[in-house]
């Protein structure tokens, strides 16, 4: 199952060099995750500050 950001997210941009496929990407006003491209890995909920990303 991908994750997906809320709109909790900061755009703080903290999670986007921890997704190993590059599936994050910066966008207005909060990031995306291309569901397509996420494994599922869980390495950018660990990195969140603000607990902004779930299981989509």
Known sequence: ???KI???????GTCVPEC???AIT???PIYLIDE?????C???VQACPAE???PA
């Open 1 to 3: 199952m991908a994750h």
């Open 6 to 12: 809320t709109d909790a997210c900061l755009a703080c």
């Open 20 to 22: 190993p496929v590059e």
């Open 26 to 28: 910066e966008s207005d």
């Open 36 to 40: 397509a491209k996420c494994t599922d």
């Open 42 to 44: 869980g390495a950018c």
């Open 52 to 54: 902004a990303i779930v």
